[in-house]
């Protein structure tokens, strides 16, 4: 009777000791849970657009904003909007190419990284083709958007947007959206300046596009791809290809607003970090939603089994 009694007293002990566990366990997995969404906003918010906002190029103040983040970072050479986006960055570039992989426009450390212009093509954007790439983010930050061109109402709602290098604003008009391999040398690899090789590429380029229209092309135009990795396939590439114009064109999606209406708005480079380090946090969260349940369901009914034996 007393070696019954003691047993009993071990087996609430152990039981006491276990549910301990077990509510310190959905404790932990809560505040991890709560760090990991905390983290992820966190990151989203340090690649917005609004972050870089204080130093975009405007009419008014002459490029001045612009420059002070130049003095911030010299790697900075560009501006770019993808109108009726978020896509409205500072564009960077520097010798290696995967300095901005993880590193921001302000050339502070990063996972968001920034906009960047391959290390091969002149800074003045004057060569035939050129690339700038951006991480593939979720809730439309960087170049999270530009994957939605493969839907063919939102490419051919948004046709224009705008470049600014050198003190100036330049115009882009958007004539292609592709999908490509990341280990496609024909498309991000130099073009040679001989005609041949301009054509060459601009063919190839066209062949693989879902979409394209017709804006008249030629081999003394300037062409700008914007390139993100796809969620569609691993090594996969979509690429929002444009020609680099004298003229500048309106944001219409600006001036539909300003009358009330409602806008359309819309790793390595090349494998994409960023989005794979947020899924997985996701993923670790749920695992661990899923199994401590589990887990405290076992040991429940482990210790009911114990009790019914020692009576």
């Not at 530009?146 to 224009?160: E, N, Q, W």
């Not at 970090?273 to 996701?282: D, H």
Request: aromatic share 12%.
């Amino acid at each position: 009777m007393r070696a019954n009694e003691l047993g009993r007293g071990a087996i609430k002990v152990i039981s006491s000791f276990v549910n301990l566990v077990v509510l310190i366990a959905i404790v932990l997995l809560f505040t991890f849970a709560g760090y990991a969404l905390w983290d992820t906003k966190q990151l989203h918010n340090s690649a917005d657009k609004a972050h870089y906002a204080v130093y975009k190029p405007t009419a008014e103040d002459g490029g001045a904003s612009f420059e002070e983040l130049r003095v911030i970072n010299p790697e900075v050479i560009a501006w770019l909007t993808v109108y009726g986006t978020n896509i409205d960055y500072p564009v960077t570039q520097s010798e290696d190419n995967m300095k901005y992989i993880n590193t921001n426009a302000e050339g502070q450390y990063s996972l968001t990284g920034a906009i960047f212009l391959g290390s091969g093509y002149r800074s003045d954007f004057f060569d035939f083709e050129c690339i700038v790439y951006g991480h593939h983010m979720e809730g439309n930050v960087m170049f999270g958007e530009i994957t939605k061109f493969a839907d063919r109402t939102m490419f051919d709602a948004h046709r224009y947007g705008n470049l600014y290098f050198d003190g100036t604003d330049h115009g882009i008009e958007f004539f292609a959206f592709v999908h490509a391999d990341a280990y496609d040398g024909a498309i991000f690899t130099e073009t040679a300046n001989e005609a041949e090789a301009k054509q060459t590429f601009l063919e190839g380029l066209l062949s693989k596009a879902l979409y394209q229209r017709d804006i008249g092309v030629t081999l003394e135009d300037h062409i700008i791809l914007l390139s993100t990795c796809s969620s569609d396939s691993t090594n996969g590439r979509d690429i929002l290809v444009g020609r680099i114009t004298k003229e500048v064109f309106e944001n219409s999606f600006v001036k539909a607003k300003t009358n009330g209406q409602k806008g359309l708005v819309g790793v390595d480079i090349q494998s994409g970090p960023l989005k794979e380090f947020t899924q997985r946090q996701l993923i670790i969260s749920l695992a661990l939603s899923a199994l401590l349940p589990l887990l405290a369901l076992a040991i429940h009914h482990k210790r009911n089994r114990s009790e019914r034996k020692s009576r």
